[in-house]
């Protein structure tokens, strides 16, 4: 594709030979002749002097000198994201049908087009809508729901009841529904399990990472918003609420009963306390410990967590403890002097 194509799809600025051939995409250091690539965070800026990739994205108020031709976007980001669908070659879609191997319920609904993969087993109710695929190796659960053009990667695990809306992604390993930690503490310190009768919902249009846990409400259900997207080895107990858009990283960890408003963000490993609530648009910082409610917008950092502000001047006074430590010595000793005087 001619790099003036390109150009014009994202709307761009062309800076450069439009008629340079672009055959893929690539990272600013891998990058080599007939690759396009991208500069979105200015702490990699200066790659792209060194970049071998025929052209670039770059913010529209790029002012550097660059090997290559560029195009400047307002959001180089997602106009790579734009290009690199341009040029993915995504895996075949299988065929509509059932795998011999598969086991499906007699009473289970299957809409036209449904896609079932080796070893899978399909449990009494279940019904799945139009286009949805269940790859090899999935479990699907007593009258669990699921709608259409789904997507359920080998090896997903879904309980009974579960609800799932339409154009779901669950990646490998997953499992929704499985029991909340629910326990009765006994006189003697023994704990009786407390019985799980709730279930989980999925809305429209959101993924679920790889091994991900998200367990059933003990009554009641657990939430997953409209359009949220859960990185790889979320966990996510009985009761939660995910608001809509709402984004969980990696290793991230809510307790029972906890609320997380619209669009609010999880970094990496932090870990929600029970029955909080996390408001709209809230942001947690990476291994971040969070024990009491997060107001909307607000950004916390640190264990337990506080205002990132907060957080950032406790840090900045920490460094200087050394320094500290000096001066007080320091003094210590003019008034060991003194006082022998």
């Known amino acids: 594709m001619k790099l003036f194509e390109i150009a014009e799809k994202l709307g761009g600025i062309l800076d450069g030979n439009g008629e340079i051939e672009i055959g893929s995409v690539a990272g600013l250091r891998e990058a080599g002749r007939g690759d396009i690539s991208f500069m979105a965070n200015p ?40 290009i690199a669908e341009m040029f993915y070659v995504p895996v075949p879609k299988p065929e509509p049908g059932i795998h011999p191997s598969a086991v499906v319920a007699d009473t289970a609904v299957l809409g036209e087009g ?52 339409n154009r779901v992604i669950i990646h490998n390993g997953s499992v929704v529904g499985s029991d909340g930690f629910g326990y009765a503490v006994q006189k003697d310190g023994s704990r009786t399990k407390i ?23 003990r009554f009641g259900k657990t939430v997953i918003g409209k359009g949220v997207k859960i990185d790889n080895l979320v966990q996510v107990a009985h009761n939660v609420v995910i608001g809509d858009h709402s984004v ?12 997380i408003g619209t669009r609010a963000i999880l970094a990496g490993q932090a870990g929600i306390a029970g ?16 024990m009491k409610d997060v107001p909307s917008r607000d950004f916390v950092l640190g264990q337990p967590a506080v205002n990132h502000t907060i957080f950032k001047k406790s840090v900045a006074n920490t460094m200087l403890l050394p320094k500290l430590k000096e001066r007080v010595k320091q003094l210590e000793d003019r008034l060991a002097k003194l006082e022998n005087k």
């Open 114 to 165: 449904v896609s079932v993969g080796a070893n899978c087993v399909i449990d009494e109710g279940v019904e799945i809508g139009a286009n949805s695929v269940v790859s090899a190796g999935c479990f699907i659960g007593y009258k669990t729901r699921i709608g259409e053009d789904c997507l359920l990667y080998p090896l997903v695990s879904i309980r009974e009841f579960a609800e799932i809306g």
């Open 43 to 82: 702490k990699y800026a200066a790659l792209v002097a060194g970049t071998k990739a025929s052209a670039v994205i770059v913010p529209q108020d790029w002012d550097r000198e660059a090997p290559c031709a560029l195009i400047r976007s307002e959001n180089p980001d997602g106009a790579f994201a734009v």
């Open 275 to 290: 029955h909080l609530e996390i408001g709209d648009g809230a942001i947690i910082g990476a291994k971040a410990g969070v």
């Open 248 to 259: 969980l990283c990696g290793q991230a960890g809510i307790s029972g009963s906890t609320v």
């Open 195 to 217: 019985p799980q009768i709730g279930r989980v919902v999925i809305g429209d249009d959101a993924e679920i990472g790889a091994n991900v846990t998200i367990d059933r409400a």
